[in-house]
């Protein structure tokens, strides 16, 4: 699933083609918004908020969208061919540039006074200019019995957070994903939440997640698919397994000897 980082690189790829730009085509493609037109408005911006996309138009409309498992958007020039098939949800034109959502796994239109609606109840984004770290350490001391891995998983906690983040930034800190936030001190979940920070900032730039200094392939992350792999740090092998209740169970990495209960 796209985490923080890459919503964050979508938003932009958005912005470029279509900040201050007339749309000429508005095709929905979703039962609820079939006869949506916003053809005639221009495009406002295009902001990121954790997983989500929020592209507001004029008028005082937003454009809800999120990616999902396998959600992205195509930006190429106008004009040109979009993907057969059921694939495509949506699409956003002007006369120079198209953006293509195609499997997105939501798409809603609604006032943009109301966006609440739909991110109002995520927690703090950790690529927001809002980022509140205190807020998200008080979010995860609500649930002091729940796991930690499980916990970062969680948006209402903190937003932006999927199974990449979750593994490089409990590697990081040393911290086995089952121990139970009640038994990490303070201290130490103000240090995780900071480490998560710094690590996804560190790589809403770059065209892919990196973690190691390396950004060559198979190389660019510490702990993330390096399963059975010697650990960057102590040498012991990577473990690997899911975690989380059935059906939503997650892909989890750490070292057993590094990240110990």
């Known amino acids: 699933m796209p985490e923080g980082d890459s919503v964050y690189r979508a938003a932009k790829r958005l912005r470029e083609a279509l900040d201050g730009r007339t749309l000429t085509r508005s095709d929905f493609r979703v039962p609820r918004h079939a006869t949506a037109d916003l053809r005639g408005r221009a495009v406002l911006t295009t902001i990121p908020r954790g997983k989500h996309l929020l592209t507001r138009v004029e008028g005082g409309l937003t454009v809800h969208t999120h990616l999902r498992m396998e959600g992205g958007w195509r930006v190429g020039p106008a004009g040109r061919p979009v993907p057969r098939g059921d694939v495509v949800r949506l699409v956003l034109a002007n006369a120079e540039w198209q953006a293509v959502g195609t499997r997105l796994g939501m798409v809603d239109l609604v006032p943009t006074g109301r966006e609440d609606r739909v991110v109002g109840h995520l927690g703090p984004d950790l690529l927001g200019p809002d980022w509140n770290p205190g807020q998200a350490v008080r979010n995860l001391l609500r649930e002091p019995g729940r796991t930690i891995g499980e916990a970062l998983l969680d948006q209402r906690v903190l937003a932006g957070i999927g199974t990449i983040w979750r593994?490089?930034?409990?590697?990081?800190?040393?911290?086995?994903?089952?121990?139970?936030?009640?038994?990490?001190?303070?201290?130490a979940l103000e240090s995780l939440v900071s480490t998560a920070h710094q690590l996804i900032d560190a790589s809403k730039d770059a065209p892919f997640p990196v973690t190691s200094g390396d950004p060559r392939p198979g190389r660019s992350l510490l702990v993330y698919g390096r399963a059975r792999r010697p650990c960057r740090r102590c040498g012991s092998p990577i473990g690997s397994g899911e975690m989380g209740p059935q059906p939503s169970e997650r892909l989890i990495y750490w070292c057993p000897a590094c990240q110990r209960p």
């Open 167 to 187: 593994a490089e930034t409990l590697w990081a800190a040393r911290l086995s994903p089952w121990r139970t936030i009640g038994s990490i001190p303070p201290e």
